[in-house]
């Protein structure tokens, strides 16, 4: 199975990858409600700010790896707007920001006590990925803080002027617009002075232009959780 998958392209493995973090985050919802959103949102930051170090081709472009499971993260939060309020929807904002802050300084203890000999290997392993995490860290925490919030603040505003109508729109023009702020911030801060200004410009907008596209597919997906959650509550 592993040779069958690791035959395939970029391509088709990363949209692989993003139906199946939707679809587990609807049967999270399903079984486990807020909590299995909140659930999504620590486990996603963790993993998305573990991924990112990677760097990877997608159709011709140099985009950093994370973008889904970070894309997902808004799906959450507009789900517990739209079902439990702008409340749980900051709650859960919140929630992520600590995860990610124990996890940032966590780490940094396990880098800094030192390992037997024989796994040295595991040490090396370890700093390629979290020795970088502090920079990467900061401008994930004040990305995620700025454009969730926003993206709470945006996808409330739009429900007022369409007067609760229209969850596709608010949906798509909230996220979008935050994962604009949340990729600029983000990418400036973490890697702006390590890439070449040319590798950086194409992480910038890949990594935008992947949301985008994780924000825009994951709309039928915020219609079935809301059917599902408007089916138990009629039942």
């Given at each position: 199975?592993?040779?069958f998958?690791?035959?395939l ?13 939707l ?50 993260i ?17 709650r859960?904002?919140?929630l ?6 124990m996890?940032?300084?966590y ?23 979290f ?29 007022k002027?369409t ?10 023009l ?5 994962q604009f ?6 990418v ?15 992480v ?15 709309t ?6 809301k ?6 509550v009629?039942a």
């Open positions: 199975m592993f040779a998958f690791s035959s392209p970029n391509e088709l493995l990363w949209f692989i990858f993003m139906m199946v973090d679809s587990v985050a609807v049967v999270l919802f399903k079984f486990f409600k807020r909590d299995g959103l909140y659930m999504l949102i620590v486990g996603n930051i963790i993993l998305a700010n573990i991924q990112v170090v990677k760097l990877v081709e997608l159709f011709g472009f140099t985009a950093t790896l994370g973008n889904i499971l970070y894309g997902s808004f799906f959450a939060t507009d789900i517990l707007s739209e079902i439990y309020g702008k409340k749980e929807a900051r859960g904002v919140i992520g920001f600590a995860s990610l802050l996890m940032t300084l780490m940094q203890f396990a880098l800094y006590i030192k390992p037997i000999e024989e796994a040295n290997a595991v040490q090396n392993a370890l700093q390629t990925i020795g970088i995490m502090p920079r990467i860290a900061l401008g994930s925490l004040t990305a995620y803080l700025i454009s969730q919030f926003h993206d709470v603040w945006a996808f409330h505003f739009w429900k002027i007067s609760g109508k229209h969850l596709w729109l608010r949906n798509n909230s996220t979008m617009v935050s702020i949340d990729s600029f911030v983000f400036f801060i973490a890697f702006w002075g390590v890439f070449d200004f040319s590798i950086w410009w194409q910038l907008w890949t990594t935008y232009i992947f949301k985008w596209i994780v924000a825009a597919i994951d039928p997906f915020i219609y079935l959780a059917w599902l959650w408007e089916k138990e009629k």
